[in-house]
């Protein structure tokens, strides 16, 4: 069982940055890897990025590659994404999510098992 609860977002102007950060719970958190996932209004949810459970490994969507970094720290239990140059097309619920570590269809939300509640995002035009 993972716990997982996002944290970070907020309303943030064209061009701004935003860190959001996922908690998790329990001592197998490295045997995950860890995805950040957006859902905006009327939209289907959509791939963001994800890492590996060691954090060697890391997956960007097109759309914010070069913008966004995702980042991990083990002993904190804890996944980060920095999210720089932001745009409109950025405003969308976040939600932090967590498979068992592979990265085998990375993007594909079907395989990650524990799901955060998610934080808004808005950014402003």
């Known amino acids: 069982q993972v716990q997982l609860v996002e944290s970070g977002g907020g309303l943030v102007q064209t061009g701004g940055s935003l860190r959001l950060s996922c908690a998790a719970s329990g001592r197998t958190f490295s045997f995950y890897a860890m995805g950040w996932f957006r859902q905006a209004a009327g939209k289907e949810r959509e791939f963001v990025a994800a890492i590996s459970g060691n954090g060697g490994n890391t997956y960007y969507a097109d759309s914010v590659k070069g913008r966004f970094t995702i980042s991990r720290d083990n002993a904190k239990n804890t996944v980060y994404v920095e999210m720089n140059s932001l745009k409109p097309e950025d405003t969308a619920v976040y939600y932090c999510?967590?498979?068992?570590?592979?990265?085998?269809?990375?993007?594909?939300?079907?395989?990650?098992?524990?799901w955060g509640q998610g934080t808004q995002v808005t950014v402003s035009s």
């Open positions: 999510a967590a498979r068992p570590d592979s990265d085998y269809e990375i993007q594909a939300l079907r395989w990650y098992d524990y």
